[in-house]
């Protein structure tokens, strides 16, 4: 899996629904440096 092109979809999609990074992470119950991580292809465990 090539965590760079996931994370900028990732990036992506939660900006094309105008959601901040705060709010895409309350949602799904973890921290904003997780979305953070995920989104600069840093890990997506």
Request: hydrophobic share 35%; aromatic share 2%; net charge positive.
């Amino acid at each position: 899996m090539d965590c760079i092109k996931t994370g900028r979809l990732l990036a992506k999609l939660r900006k094309e629904k105008g959601l901040t990074q705060r709010e895409v992470a309350d949602a799904l119950g973890i921290s904003n440096k997780t979305i953070s991580k995920w989104e600069t292809g840093g890990s997506l465990r």
